[in-house]
């Protein structure tokens, strides 16, 4: 298992190097404003994409060793489908109203976010089929074509080809995806048995179930994200929003290491019903994914602002209060996206709707509270409180399920010497 863990943070290190590599461009080439886009556009992106993550989504994961593979493509790619129709008509519904709607799609960049928004769904069909077949590798292979491409395709648009606006970014993302998705289907389709299908009503009846408590508490984590910047926008510049955007980013590749353990766990958890098993893996990912998390932090915490300003520009001098004061919330993130995971692959995403509900409680006062006194200071507090409140919810449901008090976070030394066996495993051959 470490060793799918090992291999997940290495790509996931790489993706982090990609995204700093995409910063610097960005920051120095594009500037504040034009930075700021296309972050928004990335969050809008995001957004859209709960809508198709219904049926389509990591809830795929839980479903792969449970369901027929022609199943699955079938019902997934008829609600891609759908759903993108819709989302045609609601931006020409919204073009009707063009003050609020450039404000939540820039002018411009409708028509690129709907594409990537398509692009994207299909890629991410292959990846969650692999991961549910426990095919880490494989899954790690379409990510890091993925990022690869884009960090390449964005040196191009914009060392070469002169693009010096939101484009550039957004391009080679969609460049990223195309060649990762074509690349899955050539793995994947020759695997297409002629099996038949699964009952479609009960299957569909049971992805929704599961599909809608997981997407309703994206939603609301989306909602958490995309309040803080809507709000940020509505109290500043566009140079403001990229330099908290940016800052936002660095402590996204600090969120690598609980990333990359939680999603060899995910794999883990939907293909066994041990539940024994599964209570320990978690507790003891949870102690592993926290304390990297945290050194990590400090790490970052203490570099220099002329540091940020030597990568960025002047600009983003205020990068580092950012992340100094992100820096608790990146912590208890990487213990609540183990419970998160533990929760998705054991079948109760609900608790996960209840926790992100929490959070919202939380997000809705504190940013229009903080955010108009403090500005991105105010912006970045608020995502810490809301995380710390996350996770004390789902550590009190985990532990009334479990009965794993919080001291058994403690590291002790049946864990050193579980790690010191799996760390053995590594070097041996298969």
Known sequence: MFKKILGTGAVRLVNLLTQFATLVMGTKFLGAAEWGIAYTVQVDNTFLLIGIELLAGSGLVYFTPRKKLSTLMTLSYAWIGLVMCFYLLLFKGLSFFPEFYHRVVPEGYASILLLQTLTYSLHEFNLNHFLGKEKVKTFNCLFLLQILTQVGTMALFILVLDMADARAFLYSQLCGYTLALVAGWILLLPTLKREGLDPIGPTLKEMFGYGTVMQLSNIVDTINKRLNLFVL???????????????????????????????????????????????????????????????????????????????????????????????????????????????????????????????????????????????????????????AAIFVYQWIVFHRMTGIRLSQLVPNSDDWKWVKEETTRIFKKD
Do not use: C
């Open 233 to 387: 926008q509505g109290n500043s510049t566009p140079s403001t929003a990229g330099v908290y955007g940016t800052g936002a980013q660095v402590t996204e590749g600090v969120k690598i290491i609980g990333n990359s353990i939680g999603l060899v766990q995910f794999s883990a958890l939907s293909n066994t019903n041990d539940q024994e098993r599964t209570n320990l893996l978690t507790l003891r990912f949870i102690k592993i994914s926290v304390m990297l998390t945290l050194v990590a932090m400090i790490v970052v915490s203490l570099l220099p602002t002329s540091l940020f300003e030597w990568l960025f520009s002047e600009e983003f001098s205020g990068i580092r209060s950012v992340i100094i004061l992100m820096a608790p919330g990146i912590v208890f993130f990487s213990a609540h996206n183990i419970l998160a995971n533990y929760f998705q692959g054991t079948g109760m995403p609900k608790y996960n709707l209840y926790a992100s509900m929490i959070g919202l409680a939380i997000t809705l006062p504190s940013v229009y509270i903080l955010i108009p006194r403090l500005g991105i200071a105010g912006a970045a507090i608020s995502t810490s409180i809301t995380f």
